[in-house]
């Protein structure tokens, strides 16, 4: 017994000095650049984006309900505002509202570089209007900040690009490396008649780029548990998108005398079984390396977790699956989000209809998900269906080691230079779904910095951007076209 006990004792020290060596070798990955000076950006750079906002280009799923005059009156803005732009780059329209503009590089042996952002935005709730400080279309202006709907999401980027390219007009910067900018206008609806159609226009140009970047993730403030510092979390690869309706018919009946289910009791109960059998959490390869890029920068303990994750795996797991953002970057996550059925209250109903939407890691697909449904239901009466419209599978992932990464992770450390840079995962979607035809290295980030404060502004109450973080979007546009130029 005491020879075990010593064997015991002797694992115990073994493993506690393996998980020392690994907490501190575990080494940053940050890269070590200068920063550079700042640049002073125009004051008409704020009201630009403030007037940019007033413009209701708002996607509808009904395409009877969008209104094209804001669409134009939107464009004849970006041409009076932009006239450097508007002159002097090839401006193409797509499929009458997207907006596809070339900058030449002198250097036609170079892969281009593509700049996304999207023109529409989500309608403001009519029933929260009055939750709001100042009106969703004012882009009123107040305590340094500007207001409303499409600042974060994403006219913000869109304005930040234009005034970025706008400045190197003026100051006579010529590109080596030719530039796209693309800005489709039915993104919050999918992309379909938007960035889809531009995607196909340069593939048929035989247009192969060597970096895409479009919006999705952010600079988080406080936002990464044990992380004092903000992070720029570049979103390598993005969640699939997948809706499933479950449908089920039987006689209808009088409420006095019910059957022993009604089709409301069986659909509920199908709900109920996807919620109790969600896919497993695990980590997909983006999250990996997160963890390795931020993992060094934490503050010790959370930092002994993850430089063994070996061994913590499920503690790991356990405090992603604690939040919301967490959770959904460790699975696929399951949201109910339509339920229908019942036309009086006597009378028991004939139909139910419900909607699970799934957002799909990597490593899932649209096929094995709806697999998934059909087993975990497992009842003839509901008839289950993938609802046509935008589903896609998850993105391919993209490269940390490419030249695009490292440009836009250098930029970060030039015009931000205390910011920790993360490869991440996007748990939501972005126009860059219809370009991977396009180029292999695809990246997903706005240079703006998001807190527990202003998160949920996107596409909720308040959306706003500070003064501080648009300037800022300017600077960082300008220094990432330089540095794809180098």
Known sequence: MKKFLSFIVYLVLLLIIIILFNTFTFNTKQLQVDSIPVIEINETA????????????????????????????????????????????????????????????????????ILMAHQDVVPADESSLDRWAYGPFSGKIANDTIYGRGTLDDKGSLIAIMESVEWLLANHFNPKRTIYLAFGHDE???GNNGAKEIAKYLELNNINAETILDEGMIISRGLVPGLSKDAALIGIAE????????????????????????????????ISKLHKNQRPAFFSPPVLEFIEYIGPELRFPEKMVFANAWLFNPVIISIYEGSAQGNASVRTTTAPTIFQSGIKEN???????AVINYRIITGETMET??????????????????????????????????????????TFKEVFPEVVTSPSLMVGGSDSKHYHDISKDIYRIIPVTVSTNTISSIHGINERISIEDHENA???????IKNFNN
């Open 474 to 480: 300017i600077r960082y546009y300008i220094q990432l």
């Open 239 to 270: 969640k699939g998108f997948v809706s499933i309706e479950l449908f089920l018919e039987q006689d209808p009946g009088h409420s006095s005398y019910p059957a022993k289910e009604s089709a409301i009791d069986i659909m509920s109960n199908a």
């Open 369 to 410: 998900i709806f697999q998934h449904v059909e087993s975990v239901i497992n009842d003839e009466r509901i008839k289950v269906k993938i609802l046509e419209g935008f589903g896609n599978d998850p993105s391919p992932i993209s490269s940390t080691n490419s030249y695009g990464y490292k440009s836009i992770e250098k």
């Open 188 to 190: 919050e609806i999918g």
């Open 46 to 113: 704020i009201t630009n984006l403030s007037k940019a906002v007033t413009f209701r280009t708002i996607s509808h799923e009904d395409p009877g309900n969008m209104d094209s005059s804001e669409f134009q009156k939107f464009h004849a803005f970006l041409k009076s505002t932009y006239p450097l732009t508007d002159s002097l780059l090839e401006k193409t329209i797509i499929n009458k509202f997207s907006l596809l503009y070339k900058w030449n590089g002198s250097d036609k042996d170079l892969d281009p570089i």
């Open 347 to 353: 009378v028991m109903p004939s139909e139910a209809r």
